[in-house]
DNA sequence: TTTTATTATTAGGATACCCTAACAATTTGT
DNA sequence: ACAAATTGTTAGGGTATCCTAATAATAAAA
């Protein structure tokens, strides 16, 4: 808790990194993210630097060294399991998790994490579908995702569910999805967000959007729109 | 999150305010019990004057204003919420909840809080038979305690549950313990800290330490020595 | 290519927290 | 009552964060 702001700088430096895949995590827009000024961002840059936690240049910006990379990336995976909890265990809303994981992400436990992780079932995608990191850093496969971040007219392959949990299979044998099943998107019901689908035999399916979430699959076309939409 | 240092030492003003009815609450012991030296506490002090929280003088020491009270007394809201929550929904220990709620205590959101709480049933006393303020930040009546925090033999009488939970009661109808029963504790085996009591059939009835915590009572001897006790 | 706009960086200052050293004020014990 | 031990306070520093203002370095645009 004593290291709360040095974790939002790694956790940031990850984020825009990220992001800005191309481009360099620069001062300013470290800055602009943080919401502080760029001298304030610089000297804690070069305090990061003396930690070993990232390397920095003018050229490329920051980059986080493997001992950085680890703290943030346990950020992200602290941060999206709360999330996840507060979503399914404590009933809060896809727009209130986000604040309140902001502050649970810095608690320092890591029997308590595990705990929570656990009782959800060890998900591999948060409530907004963004990919849980393991207790190892290592993000699931990355062309496994939700199926709620498809668009219209994506074609793809059922490879699992996000979770364990009975309800939800059972839920999707009454609906006659299963492993392996190539479904196409045909309607993003947007009231809903639920997404109607048609799968091998042309039968039309109505998914709600909470499921969605939780099946996963990859897309089948190889430059599929989902791609670069999410 | 932000005020984690100050919500700390209006915390320890209240917590040695309660240890040391008598004595007042000077800076050389905030300084030991913060582990903290004391010109650095005094400062802190100052500034906590002029914020309104506290009334500070030689002779008096620190005292919680209204203000600084309220704060004080909802993070031993929390903390208490808190650790109950650990310790009954995620299974955790006596010894390790505190150290966890330490930190949990101070993140800020009332609604968490709130839903934690009632989950739990609301209950009034946590793991540690220690009790809960409500919302409004009141204790529950203070002679109304956990028959855990019992010395052997004291007489008392059952005055209702910790919180609501139906295993619990029929539990005790099981046992064959209902309200207003006057019971004197035998032994406490120390062994597992369950209690062997008489009831008024001269019965005798082994209570476990669990469900000592959540039995509430009140001690029948006006001088009973579970009162300085604990 | 030169002017303009955008970063990066340095200088200097403010506040929050913590500390040691030195001294003043109070108790305590005898 | 008076020396000894225990607080309370002030003075003076140190580090971490954060800021504004000014300057250097770069990139973008005319």
């Given at each position: 808790m004593?290291?709360?702001?040095?974790?939002?700088?790694?956790?940031a430096?990850?984020?825009?990194?990220?992001?800005?895949?191309?481009?360099?995590?620069?001062?300013?827009?470290?800055a602009?993210?943080?919401?502080?000024?760029?001298?304030?961002?610089?000297?804690k840059?070069?305090?990061?630097?003396?930690?070993?936690?990232?390397?920095?240049?003018?050229?490329?910006?920051?980059?986080l060294?493997?001992?950085?990379?680890?703290i943030?990336?346990?950020?992200?995976?602290?941060?999206?399991?709360?999330?996840?909890?507060?979503?399914?265990?404590?009933?809060?809303?896809?727009?209130?998790?986000?604040?309140?994981?902001?502050?649970?992400?810095?608690?320092?436990?890591d029997?308590?994490?595990?705990?929570?992780?656990?009782?959800?079932?060890?998900?591999?995608?948060?409530?907004?579908?963004?990919?849980?990191?393991?207790?190892?850093?290592?993000?699931?496969?990355?062309d496994?995702?939700?199926?709620s971040?498809?668009?219209?007219?994506?074609?793809?392959?059922?490879?699992?569910?996000?979770?364990?949990n009975?309800?939800?299979?059972?839920?999707?044998?009454?609906?006659?999805?299963?492993?392996?099943?190539?479904?196409?998107?045909?309607?993003?019901?947007?009231?809903?967000?639920?997404?109607?689908?048609?799968?091998?035999?042309?039968?039309?399916?109505?998914i709600?959007?909470?499921?969605a979430?939780?099946?996963?699959?990859?897309?089948?076309?190889?430059?599929?729109?989902?791609?670069t939409?999410?």
């Amino acid at each position: 808790m004593n290291s709360f702001k040095e974790e939002n700088y790694l956790k940031a430096i990850y984020q825009l990194g990220v992001i800005d895949k191309e481009n360099v995590v620069g001062a300013t827009d470290l800055a602009n993210w943080l919401a502080l000024k760029p001298p304030t961002v610089l000297e804690k840059l070069n305090s990061l630097v003396t930690k070993g936690l990232i390397n920095y240049n003018k050229t490329d910006g920051a980059i986080l060294t493997k001992k950085g990379y680890e703290i943030a990336i346990n950020i992200v995976r602290r941060h999206r399991i709360w999330e996840t909890y507060l979503y399914r265990q404590l009933n809060f809303s896809w727009s209130e998790v986000h604040e309140i994981a902001e502050q649970l992400e810095h608690v320092n436990s890591d029997k308590l994490i595990d705990k929570i992780y656990s009782i959800l079932g060890n998900p591999e995608f948060d409530p907004h579908g963004d990919p849980i990191p393991n207790k190892r850093g290592v993000l699931p496969k990355s062309d496994r995702r939700p199926l709620s971040r498809s668009v219209k007219g994506c074609k793809c392959v059922v490879l699992g569910v996000s979770h364990d949990n009975e309800a939800f299979l059972n839920y999707l044998s009454d609906l006659k999805i299963a492993l392996n099943d190539k479904l196409t998107v045909e309607q993003i019901i947007s009231y809903d967000e639920s997404i109607r689908l048609l799968n091998q035999k042309k039968e039309s399916i109505i998914i709600s959007a909470k499921a969605a979430e939780q099946l996963l699959v990859a897309c089948l076309k190889p430059n599929c729109e989902c791609k670069t939409a999410n």
